[in-house]
């Protein structure tokens, strides 16, 4: 029996980094690599600031010669980004499948109640994500959402979702369906899925060596600003720079700052070891024969003690030596 292949696709690279992290034995590509031998392979489209047809050409690019039993598309977890128009291109290269959405992370006090997007209770719109400088959210009814970007809302179910038992009960709704499955959601879908398909990557006991470090915030959500000064205000010994130098491991906040860095860097292979805190990502790759550590996170998430918290899980703690598999 050939091995259950898996393709994730997420629109900026923190979101993929989350997803990738869910998964045993994953890669994240910010290129396409059509011959890796992994089970899942996640792909940063990069797509979320395109324009809604420039992001669905791209999308069904990544998807070009890459065989999947389950495609996983990752969505923003306040419904930014292009998501009704990638819908759109899905629905067209699997004419005979519906999409479940499930949109809800409740850990991250994202819920769905009637069709509608909550933000610690109070629907999306509402938020500091309706002032986001490159994907204000006008909207928080996920259907007009998708409307508006010419998604055929008959072949697309959305779930409602409150608690972590709601996504693991839609994911395992969406999986008792005829493959190819297509399924779209935050990183909770994506937990859900490796838990329901047993290949949830186990958490690290140590995580890696962290001593050459630069804080890199190219995000401009209060959350991240509120987060470097409190680290700034403590002392925590770290560089605090918005350009890239030659440092072994890096705490990057949004995904587009972190997809410049890498891309600087030769877009390495990305192998995720696990989330040090909720919706934190720790990855490693290669560069120049050395190898980094990336900590990557959405600008939007986080208290304010994020940093500190971060310092004492990866430098105060005994730390494992690890190699990547490329």
Known sequence: MNPLRLLALADDLTGALEAGARFRDSVVLLKPRPDRPESVIVMDTESRHLAPDVAAFRLLGAMENVVSDIVYKKTDSTLRGNIGAEFKALLGAYPESTICYVPAYPELGRTVRGGVLLVDGVPVHQTSFARDPLNPVTESH?????AAQGCDLERVRIFDGETPEDVQAAAAEALSGP???????PAALAGALAQALSIVRAAPTKWPEVSDCVVINGSAHPASAAQVQMALAKGIPWAFDRVA???????????????????RLDDPLLFPLGEVLPGVPVSLFEHEGRKRVLVSKAGGYGAPDLLLRLYERLCQTEKESWNCSA
């Open 142 to 146: 996920i259907s007009r959402v998708l």
């Open 179 to 185: 493959r190819p499955v297509v399924m779209a959601g």
């Open 245 to 263: 130098g030659a440092h072994d491991t890096f705490i990057i906040f949004g995904g587009d700052t972190a997809r410049g860095v890498l891309h």
